[in-house]
C-alpha cells in the first residue's frame, strides 16, 4: 500500500538520522530495507502477533526507544513520533489501561 509504505520510508529515515548522530552507520539503505520487506510478503509482525495473543506490545523498546535517543540527540523525529503515540494508545487500549 503506497501510504503505508511512505509512512514506513518517513519513520525508517528518521532512525536512521538517529542512528547517524549516534555515529552509527547502517549497512542498508531505507530503499533496500523497504525492498527487503516487501520481499518477504505477507507476514505478521511481532506486534501483531501479540495483538493476536494478548500479549503487551513492544512499543518502548521497538519505537520508544528510537524517541527518546532522538530527544537526547536534538534530532526531530516527527513521523516516528506519530507512530509512537498511535502505537502507545493501541497498546494501553488493547489492555484496558487508562
Known amino acids: 500500500m ?3 509504505r511512505d509512512v514506513a520510508r518517513a519513520v525508517m529515515e528518521e532512525a536512521d538520522a538517529v542512528a547517524r548522530g549516534l555515529n ?10 523497504l525492498n527487503g ?7 505478521k509482525t511481532s506486534m ?8 503487551p ?12 535517543l532522538a530527544d537526547l540527540l536534538g534530532v526531530p523525529v516527527p513521523h516516528t513520533r506519530t507512530v509512537y503515540a ?5 497498546d ?7
Open 2 to 4: 503506497p501510504q503505508t
Open 57 to 68: 506490545l513492544e512499543v518502548e523498546a521497538l519505537v520508544g526507544a528510537v524517541v527518546e
Open 37 to 43: 520487506a516487501q520481499r518477504v510478503g505477507q507476514h
Open 92 to 98: 494501553r487500549t488493547l489492555r484496558g489501561v487508562k
Open 48 to 55: 501483531l502477533q501479540d495483538v493476536e495473543s494478548g500479549r
Open 86 to 90: 498511535c502505537t502507545r494508545l493501541l
Open 24 to 33: 552509527v552507520r547502517l549497512d542498508f539503505t531505507v530503499e533496500q530495507r
